[in-house]
């Protein structure tokens, strides 16, 4: 049993994450004027049934950018008031069962979030949540099965192909990124002529490489075409990437590299906002 010091403490932090999920959209910004009339704009963080890294996602946000970041359940058929930002996170969504991503795509929520990438608004999903945009039509191609047929966990090296805004404006065209993976279903493909087509239009923004940054066979963990570990839709506003950054911004933690592409969605929103 918990000591009773320990347990008030418990329930407080319960309490006070039950009163911000109450809370109307900026009321806790407004509260605190240090934070700035900008960071009242949300990032909403999707929750679906099997997902696991909402919650990760959403620390990255609200407690290392210090921005606001609300979990919105699938079920909801909008995007909360004054969302600047969508992110899918990595989970296995209604347990993967047909495909990864096949049933979350008819979730009410994607609907709105199609509506809100369509009207410019920035989306990114990792691992799960770049499955999903694939089902939903919001990016090109497929995630399927490793070529070696088993779930990998482990740190990888991506290479930036393009430095722009909003995903990569923070990191230099070329610079290697070491962030994690965790899939089963996480091998890029596409017809050959679509990809000719991506590759045209700088499409392609992360490739698997190795700590130099050189493109290899070797480097490809898990059998995606042309080492490809994240791209974008022809607009540049929508991104789906199997690595995880949100798992990947803490020093203690293996590292910042995620911060990259988080803080890039993240000077983006701002720079929305002083325009």
Avoid at 38 to 53: I, K, T, Y
Avoid at 126 to 137: K, M, R, W, Y
């Amino acid at each position: 049993m918990l000591p009773s010091s320990r347990l008030s403490n418990s329930l407080l932090k319960t309490a006070t994450f039950i009163e911000e999920r109450r809370a109307p959209p900026g009321a806790l910004a407004a509260s605190n004027p240090a934070r700035g009339a900008w960071e009242m704009r949300l990032f909403a963080v999707v929750q679906f049934p099997g997902s696991n890294d909402d919650r990760d996602m959403r620390f990255a946000f609200k407690s290392v950018l210090g921005v606001d970041a609300e979990l919105v359940w699938h079920g909801d058929d909008a995007l909360p008031p004054g969302t600047e930002g969508v992110l899918l996170p990595g989970g296995f969504s209604y347990g993967d069962y047909l495909r990864a991503g096949a049933m979350a795509r008819f979730s009410p929520v994607v609907a709105a979030i199609v509506r809100f990438a369509r009207a410019g608004g920035p989306v990114l999903g990792t691992c799960n949540g770049f499955q999903i945009l694939c089902e939903s039509g919001l990016l090109p191609g497929a995630l399927v099965r490793n070529h070696h047929l088993h779930f990998i966990c482990d740190l990888v090296y991506v290479r930036v192909e393009r430095q722009r805004a909003p995903f990569t404006s923070r990191a230099g065209e070329g610079e290697v990124l070491k962030i994690p993976i965790k899939h089963g279903e996480g091998a890029y493909t596409v017809s050959p002529s679509v990809l000719a087509e991506m590759e045209s239009r700088d499409q392609v923004v992360l490739r698997y490489c190795d700590a130099g940054g050189r493109v290899r066979a070797e480097s490809n963990p898990n059998g995606s075409m042309a080492n490809i570990a994240g791209v974008v839709n022809e607009e540049g506003n929508v991104m789906g990437l199997m690595p995880h950054p949100e798992h990947a911004v803490e020093p203690r933690l293996g590292g910042t590299d995620g911060l990259t592409i988080l803080g890039s969605m993240l000077d983006f929103v701002q720079s929305k906002e002083t325009e």
